[in-house]
């Protein structure tokens, strides 16, 4: 099965790493295939955008997969991991996300969002107000939001076929 039915042109993808990684660990107990993604999303568009947003938490496996995902193609941001006085800890990337996603979608014909998060309700909602782009969101369907899946013009749950 495709990622999408048909061709979507242009196609900027936005991956919330955290996200993905959490969600599919605790429904699948694996990780995502983001080659196999790819793989299936440059077969039915252009991707023209592809940018991966990851906690900088200096660990050796952290920099292979990050060093991975830039060989597959994507551009690897980085935010410092912090560790509050209390225990807690922050390493959140919607702000960044948005605002990329803000600053691409009025030049590709498909956004794809990889995440369950809620929050990215009212960022769908208002490109699909502004631009002319389809929406997509890929994530763990029984940990995304029900108001991001209504917000998308496609949601694609992540089944086990996309794991390894």
């Not at 969600?23 to 955008?49: A, C, H, P």
């Not at 309700?121 to 997509?136: G, P």
Request: with cysteine.
């Amino acid at each position: 099965m495709s990622l999408l039915s048909k061709k979507y042109g242009n196609v900027a993808i936005f991956v919330d790493v955290q996200n993905i990684y959490y969600t599919t660990k605790q429904t699948f107990n694996r990780s995502f295939d983001y080659r196999l993604f790819w793989k299936e999303m440059s077969e039915q568009g252009n991707i023209v955008t592809a940018i991966a947003y990851a906690i900088d938490s200096n660990n050796d496996g952290q920099r292979k997969f990050q060093d991975a995902l830039r060989h597959i193609g994507f551009d690897v941001k980085l935010k410092p991991y912090i560790q509050r006085a209390d225990g807690s800890a922050k390493g959140d990337w919607d702000v960044g996300i948005t605002i990329d996603v803000l600053d691409n979608a009025p030049n590709v014909d498909t956004v794809v969002l990889m995440s369950g998060d809620g929050d990215f309700e009212l960022l769908l909602r208002t490109i699909k107000k502004r631009n002319k782009c389809k929406t997509q969101v890929v994530g763990v369907e029984k940990l995304t939001a029900n108001l991001l899946i209504d917000a998308a013009d496609i949601y694609t749950p992540i089944n086990p076929t996309w794991l390894k």
